[in-house]
């Protein structure tokens, strides 16, 4: 082999090696950031929500294009009150995926945790009518809410019932419901909302509080009565419990 020759094959080596060493760094980088992403999620199950964010911050700078780790970013202040700053995280989770439903929804749920109805109902009236999307009783029970806390209540109950319809289990479309016609001084459809929910998850301590409130408020005071003592069986040593041992005076 002459010199020549020589000096042309050992650049180009040398290039070659430099594309599979960059090439092996950037696997590594992005198995680490799985990992922590992976571990990240892991914490989340646990609620041990400051070691989540610790984790999801790593994977954030070594996947700073995945969709996945910006909406549990998202989560991770949500579940830590502070909505404000889920915000952004949730945006950029839709920029990088705008199909990413479930980080759309975890939007909306951020607007209506900082009270800003309009723009919650933007997010969810959007995604109500993805057809592909495989859970509309969510955003149509979040479209309830933000409408009762706009005090819109025919409209509040329109899309409670459109998520029934959708899901005749979505206990928390249930109470809603029963929320708004109490609100709406309905206390026979409130009674009878509270006490559907109640038949699918009779476990459900706030209902049992709902309905006693119903009672209440159509002066059925022994049935309201016969709840609060319910709940003091059903759940003692709760807040519940104290609630109802408050509301009955003891």
């Not at 915000?87 to 009270?115: C, E, M, S």
């Not at 859970?135 to 459109?162: E, M, Q």
Request: include cysteine.
């Amino acid at each position: 082999m002459t010199r020549g020759k020589l000096f042309w094959i050992i650049p180009a080596l040398l290039s070659l090696a430099l594309v599979a060493c960059n090439h092996q760094t950037k696997e590594v980088k992005n198995y680490q950031g799985e990992a922590s992403r992976d571990l990240g999620e892991a914490y989340m199950q646990e609620g041990n929500y400051s070691a989540a964010l610790r984790e999801l911050l790593k994977a954030e700078k070594s996947l700073p294009k995945d969709p996945f780790v910006q909406n549990d970013l998202g989560l991770v202040y949500m579940a830590k009150n502070r909505p404000d700053l889920s915000v952004p995280y949730f945006k950029k989770a839709i920029a990088l995926n705008p199909d990413y439903a479930p980080a759309r929804n975890n939007l909306g749920t951020a607007y209506l945790a900082l009270k800003k109805w309009d723009l919650a109902i933007e997010t969810f009236q959007s995604l109500s009518e993805d057809l592909l999307y495989a859970s509309p009783h969510l955003p149509l029970t979040n479209l309830g809410w933000a409408y009762f806390n706009k005090r819109d209540f025919p409209i509040s109950v329109k899309y409670y019932k459109a998520a029934i319809h959708n899901n005749p289990n979505f206990v928390p479309a249930y109470r809603g419901l029963g929320q708004t016609y109490l609100a709406m001084n309905r206390f026979a459809e409130a009674i009878e909302s509270f006490e559907k929910g109640l038949e699918i998850a009779p476990r459900f301590a706030p209902l049992y509080l709902n309905l006693a409130d119903a009672y209440t408020a159509s002066q059925n005071r022994p049935a309201a009565i016969e709840t609060y003592k319910k709940v003091i069986a059903l759940f003692p040593s709760t807040e519940y419990a104290e609630t109802a041992k408050q509301m009955l005076g003891d």
